[in-house]
């Protein structure tokens, strides 16, 4: 059911949809509020239909949500697989990149919830590791009737109106082998971000102090490589200095595939107008991230702001939808979420944690206070304390 402020945030977004009815074009804010409506239905299937401008807008639209992992990381999710995809079609998203993640089994939180690496990987872990996770997402969306296409051609083709794309968050897993590329193409994966938490053969991260000083010669033997076969090059979580490099080295257009321009929270994944116009420069996309720090990530109204100075920094045509995570809903992304007690075969058991690893409903460990500006009152009955507590970092 929606509450209250869903259907606010529905009636400002629609309002500046059909602030002018009698002119057949949208404006350039109306538009901006217009591409959201997908993605606001997809958080709330239950809200009113959007108008008419709006619905064949999204009718004649292949929207695309740039980044994902759904169900994918029990920790953050907020849904299953086949649960996001239904909300999706509510929603209107037709493909969805369906993400594994290369660094898992090495990266944690600290005391302030940020991820970094905590060790060095084992020869072949990550390698082995991202590919579990590879055949968990074809796995569950066979299961989900979500069939995986090998382009985004494909993807606009008469038949399931969801469906989905393969994507890799970080290229550690090649381990400085070139010839990892090639087979990940021919097991289907389109898209591979060079880099993730984790200072990896191709190049510098924005959350860690730089060790290459840019791409590496390996990462633009990798660039080179992907271009070759035609696979996605996205530059998410890379220092500008890398993103710079990737630019001089790619013959295609790339992917930044969820981010927003930096604010007032000062977060380091955020990156600058001129970060955004190197990756805009080559014809390619930024996809805005649902992500409102100390705020609820379905917070539609800040979502439009972020989408709306994405383009004004990048241009309308390098503008896209990169949601993380589970999609935009109370707990994605990075807003407030419950927190999770057992692990993934892909990632380790936190110390301490409770062992529920694969419990649905989601496992009752509230989330941290300290970083939690809602009012207790404003919680799901399921997010209460876990009786057992989490030990200090």
């Excluded at 949208?26 to 108008?51: D, E, I, K, N, Y």
Aim: charged share 25%.
């Amino acid at each position: 059911m929606c509450g209250p402020r869903c259907f606010d945030y529905w009636s400002r977004l629609l309002a500046l949809a059909d602030a002018r009815p009698d002119d057949a074009r949208l404006s350039r804010r109306g538009f901006l509020a217009a591409s959201a409506v997908p993605f606001v239905a997809a958080a709330c299937a239950t809200a009113p239909a959007p108008s008419r401008p709006a619905r064949d807008l999204l009718d004649a639209t292949l929207s695309f949500d740039l980044h994902s992992h759904p169900g994918l990381f029990k920790r953050t999710s907020n849904n299953t697989l086949a649960g996001h995809r239904q909300e999706a079609e509510s929603g209107r998203v037709k493909l969805i990149a369906l993400t594994a993640t290369s660094d898992a089994p090495v990266i944690a939180r600290d005391r302030n919830d940020a991820l970094h690496p905590i060790r060095e990987p084992k020869p072949g872990e990550l390698y082995a590791s991202m590919y579990r996770q590879i055949d968990a997402l074809l796995r569950w969306s066979g299961a989900a009737s979500m069939p995986i296409v090998p382009s985004v051609t494909d993807a606009g083709a008469p038949g399931p109106p969801v469906r989905g794309i393969l994507a890799v968050e970080g290229c550690d897993f090649l381990e400085g082998r070139i010839e990892r590329v090639q087979e990940a193409f021919d097991r289907g994966i389109r898209s591979l971000q060079l880099v993730h938490y984790r200072v990896n053969e191709l190049g510098d991260i924005q959350t860690e102090p730089p060790v290459h000083g840019g791409l590496t010669a390996f990462g633009k033997e990798a660039v080179r490589e992907m271009n070759r076969l035609g696979i996605v090059i996205d530059v998410a979580h890379a220092r500008f200095e890398v993103v710079r490099g990737v630019v001089e080295t790619t013959t295609q257009p790339i992917i930044l595939s969820h981010s927003n321009i930096v604010d007032s929270s000062g977060w380091a994944r955020f990156i600058s107008p001129e970060h955004a116009r190197l990756v805009a420069g080559t014809g390619g996309v930024i996809g805005a991230m649902p992500i409102l720090l100390r705020r609820r990530s379905d917070d539609i109204t800040g979502y439009v702001h972020h989408v709306s100075r994405l383009v004004d920094a990048a241009g309308i045509d390098h503008v896209g939808i990169g949601t993380d995570m589970d999609g935009i809903g109370p707990t994605s992304a990075t807003g407030p979420r419950p927190r999770r007690c057992g692990s993934t075969p892909w990632s380790p058991r936190p110390p301490g944690g409770c062992g529920r690893a694969e419990g649905w409903p989601r496992c009752r460990r509230s989330p941290r206070r300290t970083r939690l500006p809602l009012p207790r009152r404003s919680l799901p009955q399921s997010w209460r304390p876990c009786a057992r507590r989490r030990p200090a970092p």
